[in-house]
Structures are given as structure tokens and as C-alpha cells.
């Protein structure tokens, strides 16, 4: 596992783990999350494996802003309100998933409805900014087991099975 710092160089370093198809640990306001390409079936599927994470169970789509989020889901008037007011945020919002769109199956679980969140951690936002492309991103943990909310907790419980790991303070809410 690469150990990574959360400034410019750490980040540019995470997008090229992340493109080569790698899953790369980075903090949100909430939990670690688990990093991967959302484009990319390769890589969707090592998130899976690396949780022990059933295939029927959807992932979080992590975006930059509301105009990403709305390129792959539609969005109801009340959602538009939430994600106004709460985004960025620890606010996951559950909507259709359009035609067409450039997101792996696997990460949908192949539901015609798709999760996204736009997280509020610079170093989160930043690391989106920089792939280009919305990164699929649940918890960082076995599933079932609690959720990683520090440094520490990734290197102990997930550092066989990542590729990398973005280095930052603990999450503010320690809760998904």
C-alpha cells in the first residue's frame, strides 16, 4: 500500500493508482471511503472484493458538484432542494439513473436507480477534481465490520488490500 499525503503531489500520485484501475483509501467528512474508477468494471469489482461486499449491494457515486451529479440521475425538485442546501455534504442522494451514462454496472448493482453524494473533505473533492470522472466509494471496511475512520484504522484493516491510501485527520463525523 502506498502512503500518500493529501497535497497536490499525493492526489495527482492517487489518480494515477486510481486510473491504472487500483482502489485508493481518502477521507470524506464521514468515514474513509474505498476509491475506485466508477467507469471501469475492473476496478468497481476489486472495490467488491477488497470489502468482501456482495454484488447485489449498490455503491455510492462520488461527484464534484451538483451540474456531475445531475448528468447521472435525474433529479425530483425535492432532491434539487436538499442538495442545494446540504451539498457539499454528508448527503447521499438516491435518484434514476439516466441512459447512457458512463458508470459500471457492478457499481449500481444493475438497479435502474444510481446513489450520489458530493462530499464536503477537500481532500475528497480535490481527488474527484483531479480524476475527472465520478470515483465509486463506499465505506472503507470489511463488510460488516465498523467503518475506518483514521489512518491508523486503514493501515491495520485494509493496507493487504488497497493500493493506496490518501493521508488525512479523522473524519469529522465518524459516521456514514
Known amino acids: 500500500m502506498k502512503i500518500l499525503n493529501g497535497?497536490?503531489?499525493?492526489i495527482a500520485e492517487a489518480e494515477k493508482?486510481?486510473?491504472a484501475g487500483g482502489v485508493v483509501a481518502f477521507p470524506t467528512e464521514t468515514v474513509y471511503g474505498l476509491g475506485a474508477i466508477s467507469t471501469s468494471d475492473e476496478a468497481v469489482d476489486k472495490v467488491f472484493r477488497v470489502k468482501n461486499r456482495p454484488k447485489f449491494n449498490p455503491l455510492i457515486i462520488h461527484v464534484e458538484n451538483i451540474e456531475m451529479a445531475v448528468k447521472l440521475c435525474d433529479f425530483s425538485k425535492k432532491a434539487f432542494f436538499l442538495a442545494k442546501k446540504f451539498w457539499p455534504g454528508p448527503l447521499t442522494i438516491i435518484g434514476k439513473k439516466r441512459k447512457n451514462i458512463n458508470i459500471s454496472t457492478l457499481a449500481t448493482a444493475g438497479l435502474?436507480?444510481?446513489?450520489?453524494r458530493v462530499p464536503r473533505d477537500r481532500i475528497?473533492?480535490?481527488l474527484?477534481?483531479?480524476?475527472?470522472?465520478?470515483i465509486a466509494a463506499p465505506s472503507a471496511n470489511i463488510s460488516g465490520k465498523l467503518s475506518c475512520t483514521t489512518t491508523?484504522?486503514?493501515r491495520e484493516k485494509l493496507s493487504k488490500r488497497i493500493d493506496g491510501i490518501i493521508l488525512g485527520a479523522q473524519c469529522e463525523l465518524g459516521l456514514e
Do not use: F, W, Y
Not at 7 to 10: A, F, K, S, Y
Not at 128 to 134: A, D
Open 7 to 10: 497535497n497536490n503531489r499525493g
Open 17 to 19: 493508482i486510481l486510473s
Open 112 to 116: 435502474d436507480t444510481i446513489a450520489v
Open 124 to 126: 475528497a473533492q480535490e
Open 128 to 134: 474527484i477534481k483531479c480524476v475527472g470522472v465520478p
Open 152 to 154: 491508523e484504522d486503514i
